[in-house]
């Protein structure tokens, strides 16, 4: 499946962001999908999660409140609904996806199989 990121930009803190990832090449509703960032100089950390079967969905501590996963899968998109930004939010944001992803492993990312191309979001203070 690929896949392809988009939305980011420059947000004032406190601001709201809306991120798409669309979906092509497989059968949508067959993947967890995962939102993942990296700012410069650190690790990819997990943001957010939403399952393949049922649609729960995970947050990371630093995200839950603020951010929201969702999925709409007659358009084989997942977004990230972000709101309540600072600046520790900024970084690139990365949409995956896998079929076999594991609920105790939906925080790695190298449970992903597929990745898009990530887009780049900054809050400015």
């Known amino acids: 499946v690929q896949l392809q990121a988009s939305g980011g930009g420059l947000v004032q803190a406190g601001g709201s962001l809306r991120l798409s990832c669309a979906a092509s090449?497989?059968?949508?509703?067959?993947?967890?999908l995962a939102w993942f960032r990296q700012a410069p100089g650190k690790e990819r950390e997990f943001a957010a999660a939403i399952r393949r079967s049922g649609g729960s969905t995970y947050y990371a501590d630093s995200v839950k409140g603020r951010f929201t996963i969702s999925r709409d899968n007659a358009k084989n998109t997942v977004y990230l609904q972000m709101s309540g930004l600072t600046s520790d939010d900024t970084a690139v944001y990365y949409c995956a996806a896998s079929s076999r992803v594991i609920l105790s492993n939906l925080g790695n990312p190298s449970a992903y199989a597929f990745w898009g191309q990530g887009t780049q979001v900054t809050v400015s203070s």
């Open positions: 090449g497989g059968t949508f509703r067959d993947y967890s």
